[in-house]
């Protein structure tokens, strides 16, 4: 069955504290990997795409990588704006019409 | 700048009614989706549409129907609300496939 699980749940950093999120999923060949962020009463918002093992991509303090069975979103020396909710989705290879969402991680950052 | 509209931030609908959520976008893209967010369930895809008139179902349809008459609007309709269907609706838009979807802000509905 067809899976994307993120941990922790939630996150508490100091500002500066680096750390990373992961993304875990099981599906029948991976087409794309997809990272965004949710702030309170606001859609999502579109950060990363990954589509092979060993793609990196970076924004800012935000650093995605991806393995053949989960994703990190690194965060280096966050700052109290970069508290919000990060969303990770996957779309599998053989099925063009799926589309599987995490239930996210909620990251606060104390200044 | 992609602007994905929702046609109301808070709904409150009795059980049975017939509902109508209205998602405009202003970008000419193809693509258009729906789905609901719930906590610890994340986002489920209900329905997507990547032509005028064209429709597909998505992992939770059972409830729920969509009409895509015009490129910019797509609508999802409740045919008839129960408060299971009491949730966030978030509407979303791309120019190609699932990829790098641009969302609205949003309609938190309410059954009761």
């Known amino acids: 069955e067809d899976q994307v699980t993120q941990s922790p749940e939630a996150l508490r950093l100091q500002e500066g504290e680096s750390s990373s999120l992961n993304c875990s999923y099981t599906?029948?060949?991976?087409?794309?990997l997809f990272w965004y962020r949710q702030d309170p009463g606001k859609g999502p918002e579109f950060l990363f795409t990954?589509?092979?093992a060993g793609e990196e991509k970076e924004k800012e303090r935000l650093k995605a990588t991806l393995t053949k069975k989960e994703s990190f979103l690194h965060i280096t020396a966050p700052k109290p704006e970069d508290s919000a909710t990060y969303l990770c989705?996957?779309?599998?290879?053989?099925?063009?019409?799926?589309?599987?969402f995490g239930s996210g991680t909620k990251l606060n950052v104390k200044p | 700048d992609v602007k994905v509209t929702q046609s109301s931030r808070y709904l409150v609908k009795r059980t049975g009614e017939k509902v109508f959520l209205e998602c405009v976008q202003d970008?000419?893209?193809?693509?258009m989706f729906w789905y609901r967010q719930d906590p610890g369930l994340g986002l489920r895809l209900i329905y997507f549409?990547?032509?005028?008139?064209?429709?597909e179902k998505g992992d939770i349809p059972e409830g729920y129907s969509v009409s895509r008459e015009k490129k910019e609007r797509f609508s999802l309709i409740l045919e008839s609300a129960s408060t299971n269907q009491t949730s966030m609706y978030l509407c979303?838009?791309?120019?190609?496939?699932?990829?790098?979807?641009?969302f609205g802000p949003g309609t938190r509905l309410t059954v009761t």
């Open positions: 979303a838009s791309t120019s190609g496939g699932f990829d790098e979807q641009y």
């Open positions: 989705a996957v779309q599998p290879l053989y099925n063009f019409n799926k589309f599987y």
């Open positions: 990954l589509y092979s």
């Open positions: 599906v029948s060949g991976l087409r794309g």
């Open positions: 549409s990547y032509d005028v008139k064209m429709k």
């Open positions: 970008m000419d893209h193809e693509n």
